[in-house]
């Protein structure tokens, strides 16, 4: 039993259904309702550092290889490379610095200097110090990806239900779900609820301090392709990793098949606050035309927010959870859910059928925060 | 004069003028935004000044309210109490600690920025027309019937020779005869609900003799004119053909469906010989077997039976050139839910003074709920007379307004009735074939909608446009919201457009928080 | 009994200027609208669409749908219905999205 039809309990349905598991996918609304329809898409290696995020981001990118050639065109999958552009001699110099941990850790990171930056982005902003090219940065359109994964994984699919109780027996172990339309059991119940993860937590008698952090995305009238790569200025890396509640927007900027460039994404702790915020698109917007000054003529035609369901140490909650026998959790990838979805899905699938994982779980134990807590 | 609170009234049809005009009259300086060159919205649409119309009243409908409501409005520019701000697009209203800033766009360009502060905001933004979709409706000559009025209003112009007018609601009737009387031959009034419900004297309805009047009076215009009305009738497909096509066009022969045009003193023509139709388009050439290809050349209407359904067996083809079509209105919302205001419905939400529960926010006239022109007049007459006490710190005295309230009360129990009366055909989303284009801007068929809803779990307008881009498009779905819910089975629930109309990047990019502001006055 | 829009309203424009559609001249008067200029020179479509390069012109005639893009003095994407003419205006039909690339 999964629950949550984002990208997230899309993946876990899929590999739990390939790991030979009966699934029953559950949402209180539609596929793709939550975050995974407000993402971008965004299967990044190049915003990771070394540890086990970026572990976890290289097998995703893998799964994610393979998924493609599957779904052929349908989810509009993209292996078209991040370029991060540093603003300053001072910010090259780090970038280098931190793309040379990442290349020790197996990522391709092609450091680009001078003429050879517009050749990979044409239409960059002039006199810009130099950049890395991280060929493995891909793209996918969240929203298909999830419900191709869905329908791929034969899970039978619940939509519009919501769980208002978690089943257990009197010993604590879980053994399914209530919800508004009647009693769903399952011995194994996969938290994917992603931003409200903390919720379904709480109902198994549990806890997980998954946190909303709200962002906008700007997106532009349809345009020939003039953004080839995930283009973002250096300073993005240390907006993600930020604890600050303020408003950060140094924002990644790409092209899409369909035609319109993506701006995302601000980051602001502003609880489930959906309230329009024009200073939020005003700075994705300033950041964007720094970046590529042919922006400033072209026209944005929406905005849309999104939750990102984060962790305090920006790390995901994977694995079971000692302290609900049955209860296994896959949330709080925060802005990267999408890119981490597939490796979150082989890896619970792997848990839940009692093989040893491909990734070490400690880091991303859903019970690490009580301890800290204690 | 200074002294005076400062309230900004978006949009200038009859709500916006209304509540303009009472607001000013009771001791506020108002600043009225509006996108058109020329006060009046939509429904008092005025030609452009330089094509020097004496005769404008022909086009109109009660042009005598319109005259006291352009007057006062002259009187209290003049006075120095209203700046007229004319093509002003506003695309967001920002709501700060001390009051509001309306950010626009300005002139036809929309590329240079304008703010302006206020103390209060009036939503008066009128609506658009529904128009559902149905194979060929995307043909050029296909137009909503709003489209061919504003056309006809504004500039004087149409589109073509021979016109069927279609779909359903009160708006079809004047278009029709206006149409008709600017020397379109209006072959036929195709109308689903039948014209008789419409003058049937039960309820509210019979509560209006002046509506039924009006609405007989068009009916004799039309009889004048020999148009054929066709009731409890819908149009299931558009025709199109090839430009100088081998469609049958009436009198025009084997020509082209738009290379005989009404010309008279006045009406341009081109100085070398024309390729009439389409301009220099590169359109691939009509696959072999494909119905519609370049323009509109005849439209198939069928009956409807009691349960307004297409009644087997009773189609027949109507040439003609342009297709005036329309299922009724839809508000304008944007900057409402942007703000943060409750709707209702597919309407802004207000109580009895007309405001919104967003403080210091007032709404009127279609934006609230489509109820016509004079309901908007009522509505913004209120709402101009609640500010302007607000905002002088005191709470309005209802009995001040008690006969716009009269009014508002029978005008709103009458549009019920008229959309009791005027419904689309029943099952119309069945009628729309697979390969039929739903989203007109990005081009997503009605059998794309019916994929996501059938095999990817789509249940909402959200997922569907996330799943197939149906309303990602320059429109942002307003032409194919109504359409997508239907195919989807779904409740039609106003989309989230936090930019009312497209910004440039550069314009957002940039603060502007110094108060400016042209216009004409 | 066959009239027209000016004759029904009363109108007096100024003298008719000359504008391009795609470098062919066509002439336009004081207060027209691309559009309406473009449809009393017989075109009703000025627009191929961006996917399957479909005819398209004017639609709801007031701004809202978008679909009567055009390029006026080599700026993309200018809504027909709403922007006036003035002497030496050079329109041009829009394929796709507009811009060069």
Known sequence: MVVGAGMVGAACALYAARAGLDVVLVDRGPVAGGTTGAGEGNLLVSDKEPGPELDLALLSLRLWGELAGEFGTAVEYEAKGGVVVATSPASLAALGRFAAGQRAAGVVAEPVEGDALYGLEPHLAHGLPGAVHYPQDCQVMPALAAAHAVRASGARLLTGRTVTDVLRTPGGAVRGVRSDHGDLHAPAVVNAAGTWGAELASLAGTTLPVLPRRGFVLVTEPLPRRVRHKVYAADYVADVASDSAALQASPVVEGTAAGPVLIGASRERVGFDRSFSLPAVRALAAGATRLFPFLSDVRAVRAYLGFRPYLPDHLPAIGPDPRAPGLYHACGHEGAGIGLATGTGHLIAQALTARTPDLDLTPFRPDRFTEEAA | ?521 | MTTTPHELAGARPGPAFTVTLDGREIEALPGQTVAAALWAAGVTAWRTTRGEGRPRGIFCGIGVCFDCLVTVNDRPNQRACLVPLRPGDAIRTQEGAGHDD
């Open chain 2, 1 to 521: 004069m200074t002294e005076r609170p400062h309230l900004a009234v978006i949009g200038a049809g009859p709500a916006g003028l209304a509540a303009t005009v009472a607001a000013a009259a009771h001791g506020l300086r108002v600043t009225l935004l509006d996108s058109a060159a020329q006060a009046g919205g939509q429904f008092y649409r005025q030609p452009a000044d330089g094509l020097r119309a004496r005769r404008p009243q022909a086009l109109h409908h009660q042009w005598r309210t319109w005259e006291r409501l352009r007057d006062a409005l002259d009187a209290h520019v003049k006075a120095g109490h209203v700046r007229h701000l004319t093509d002003h697009h506003v695309w967001c209203v920002e709501r700060g600690a001390d009051g509001f800033t309306v950010h626009a766009l300005l002139g036809p360009e929309q590329e240079e920025p304008v703010s302006v502060p206020a103390d209060a905001v009036l939503l008066a933004t009128g609506g658009y027309e529904k128009v559902l979709p149905f194979p060929g409706w995307t043909l050029p000559g296909v137009l909503t019937a709003g489209g061919a009025q504003a056309m006809l209003k504004g500039t004087l112009a149409v589109s073509g020779r021979t016109a069927v007018v279609a779909g359903t609601g009160p708006l079809l009737l004047p278009v029709a005869a206006g149409l008709a009387a600017a020397g379109v031959k209006v072959a036929a009034l195709v109308e689903s609900a039948g014209p008789r419900a419409f003058l049937r004297r039960t309820g509210a309805l019979a509560a209006q003799p002046g509506k039924l009047a009006e609405g007989a009076g068009y009916a004799a215009r039309l009889a004048r004119h020999r148009v054929r009305l066709l009731g409890r009738h819908t149009v299931v497909e558009a025709h199109g053909a090839e430009r100088g096509g081998s469609e049958p066009q009436g009198r025009s022969g084997g020509e082209g469906p738009s290379t005989r045009r009404p010309e008279g003193p006045g009406t341009a023509r081109l100085s070398t010989p024309a390729v009439p139709g389409t301009a220099g388009l590169s359109t691939p050439a009509a696959a072999p077997g494909r119905r519609t290809t370049h323009m509109l050349a005849a439209v198939t209407v069928a009956a409807l039976d009691a349960e307004r359904r297409v009644r087997p067996g009773t189609q027949r083809r109507i040439p003609c050139d342009t297709l005036a079509v329309g299922h009724g209105m839809l508000a304008h919302t944007d900057l409402a839910e942007s703000l943060g205001c409750r709707l209702e419905g597919t309407g802004v939400r207000v109580d009895d003074e007309q405001r919104t529960d967003v403080p210091g926010v007032w709404a009127a006239g279609e934006t609230t709920g489509i109820g016509g022109a004079a309901l908007a007049l009522a509505e913004g007459h209120i709402a101009g007379r609640s500010v302007a006490a607000r905002l002088h710190g005191h709470a309005p005295d209802p009995r001040t307004w008690a006969a716009a309230a009269k009014t508002r009360t029978r005008l709103r129990a009458f549009s019920a009735a008229l959309d009791a009366v005027y419904a689309p055909p029943a099952h119309w989303a069945e009628q729309i074939t697979d390969d039929t284009v739903v989203c007109r801007c990005e081009e997503v068929t009605a059998g794309a909608v019916r994929e996501a809803v059938g095999e990817l779990g789509a249940g909402d307008l959200r997922t569907v446009k996330l799943l197939t881009r149906a309303g990602m498009g320059w429109c942002q779905g307003r032409v194919c919201a109504p359409a997508v819910a239907g195919l989807a089975g779904c409740e039609l629930t106003p989309s989230r457009r936090p930019f009312a109309r497209p910004v440039p990047l550069g314009v957002l990019a940039h603060q502007h928080t110094h108060p400016t502001g042209r216009g004409s006055s």
